[in-house]
């Protein structure tokens, strides 16, 4: 990190998406809860600043892995983490869950699909998660 802040680097983004183990196989993520917390703690370290991105929603997820989450978003904040962005689950197009949701016939590939992939609108109830209302998750 301290040479990616000699060559200029100033700002890195990480994307965890979850802090959740189970999603974060479920996703393919390769990475773990602790090498999140190294990789943060090592950019501070060096001087850079330091954003994580999460989604919530996932259709495996379940109230105790959006807890994990929560806890995982308050132990970056504790280790200088300075910025944090929350977005819904949204199943894009070739994605693997993508096609394991069209599988079962639960994404229509409607114009209000694909606007949906291009507006983030916050006032939407939208949810592919069985558990987890588009309510609950705004």
């Given at each position: 990190m301290r040479r990616a802040k000699r060559s200029g680097l100033?700002?890195?983004?990480?994307?965890?998406?979850?802090?959740?183990?189970?999603?974060?196989?479920w996703i393919d993520k390769r990475m773990r809860v602790d090498s999140v917390l190294d990789t943060v703690r090592n950019a501070k370290s060096a001087g850079l600043s330091v954003a994580a991105a999460?989604?919530?929603g996932f259709p495996v997820e379940t109230w105790g892995d959006l807890v994990d989450t929560f806890r995982l978003t308050a132990r970056l904040a504790r280790t200088g983490l300075d910025e944090a962005v929350v977005s819904l689950?949204?199943?894009?197009?070739?994605?693997?869950?993508?096609?394991?949701?069209?599988?079962?016939?639960?994404?229509?590939?409607?114009?209000?699909?694909?606007?949906?992939?291009?507006?983030?609108?916050?006032?939407?109830?939208?949810?592919?998660?069985?558990?987890?209302?588009?309510y609950e998750l705004r």
């Open positions: 100033v700002y890195l983004q990480i994307s965890p998406e979850t802090g959740s183990e189970r999603v974060m196989s999460f989604v919530v689950f949204q199943p894009l197009p070739g994605s693997p869950s993508f096609n394991e949701l069209r599988a079962r016939d639960e994404v229509a590939l409607t114009d209000a699909f694909y606007r949906s992939l291009f507006v983030a609108d916050i006032t939407m109830d939208a949810s592919h998660n069985p558990t987890m209302s588009g």
